[in-house]
C-alpha cells in the first residue's frame, strides 16, 4: 500500500484560491490512479478528478469544477495537486487524496471552508 498525506486546506472567502497537495510515500506505479475526492457534511463522498500517475488518458473531472480546479502531479516529488479557483460555498467539504495502487489508499483529508 502506500500512504497519501494532504496539506493546503484552509478557509477562503467565497471566489477565491487554494491548492491542495497530496504526497505518496513509497513508489507508486506508473499504471495506478491518483486523485481527489470530497464529502461535505451529511453527504456521501464524491469523486472531483482523477488521473493516471503517468497522465496517459488525460484527467477526468467531476462536472461541478470543470473550468474552476485543475489538477496536476510532480511524479518526480511524487505529488499531486488540486489547484482550486472560482471556490463557492457549495465546495466546502473534507477532500480527500486518493490512490489506487495495491488496494484503496487514503489520505486523512484536509478541510476546505469557503465562506460566503
Known amino acids: 500500500q502506500v500512504q497519501l498525506v494532504e496539506s493546503g486546506g484552509g478557509l477562503v472567502q467565497a471566489g477565491g484560491s487554494l491548492r491542495l497537495s497530496c504526497t505518496a510515500s513509497?513508489?507508486?506505479?506508473?499504471?495506478?490512479?491518483i486523485g481527489w475526492y470530497r464529502q461535505a457534511s451529511g453527504k456521501q463522498r464524491e469523486l472531483v478528478a482523477v488521473s493516471a500517475w503517468t497522465g496517459g488518458g488525460g484527467v477526468r473531472y467531476a462536472d461541478f469544477v470543470k473550468g474552476r480546479f485543475t489538477f496536476s502531479r510532480d511524479n518526480s516529488k511524487n505529488t499531486a495537486y488540486l489547484q482550486m479557483s472560482s471556490l463557492k460555498p457549495d465546495d466546502t467539504a473534507v477532500y480527500y487524496c486518493?490512490?489506487?495502487?495495491?488496494?484503496?489508499?487514503w489520505g486523512q483529508g484536509t478541510q476546505v471552508t469557503v465562506s460566503s
Open positions: 513509497g513508489s507508486i506505479s506508473s499504471r495506478s490512479l
Open positions: 486518493y490512490s489506487n495502487w495495491r488496494g484503496d489508499n
